[in-house]
C-alpha cells in the first residue's frame, strides 16, 4: 500500500512540475523520495505487511483470487517493463545520437491497443512523464487482461488433457498362435 501511494504521489509531482516524458530520468529521485516517505505512515497505521499464515489456509485461496494475484502480477510486471524499455531505449537513443522519431517509433509498441482508438493515447515525447506512465498503466491494464484470459484458457486445456496410463502388458502366446 505504502509503495503504490509513494508511486502515485511521485506521478503527482512529475505532472506539477510538469517534466516531459525524454527528461523521464529526474523521476527516479522523486519516486524514491515519496516512497521513502509514504512506505513508514502507511505501515504504521495498517501494521505489519508480514503475516504467518498456515498451509490450509493458503491452499483454501478461491479461484478469482489467484487469478486476481495473476493479472495484478501481470499489469505491474507489464508496466514495469515498459518503464524500463522506455528508459533504456530512450537514453541509448540520446547517447547514440539517434532522431526523435526513432524513439517514437519504438515506443509505439506500449501506445497498443488504447492508441489504435484514440491518437491522443500515442506516446509521445512532448507528452508529459505522468501522462506518458498513465498511458501505459492504461495500455498494460488492456494487455494484462488479454494475458490472464491467454493463461487461462491455455491452463484449463492443459488441466483436462491429462496422461491416461493404458494397461498393456506382455501377454504370451498360446499354441495355436505359433507358428
Known sequence: M??????VASIVVVQFLDIKAYAA??????????VWYAVPPVVSLLGSPLR??????????????RTLRLFLIFWVGLILIAVIYGFFTGWLAFLLGAPREDVAITTDL???PLGLINPEFFIRPEKGLAQVLCIVAAN?????LALTVVFKVVHGFLRRSRVTQLGISDVALDDDDEI
Do not use: T
Open 52 to 65: 504467518v499464515e498456515s498451509r490450509s489456509s493458503s491452499k483454501s485461496s478461491s479461484s478469482y483470487k
Open 2 to 7: 505504502g509503495l503504490a501511494l509513494g508511486f
Open 25 to 34: 530520468l529526474l523521476w527516479l529521485p522523486i519516486l524514491v523520495s515519496c
Open 140 to 144: 498494460s491494464y488492456f494487455d494484462a
Open 110 to 112: 506500449w501506445s497498443i
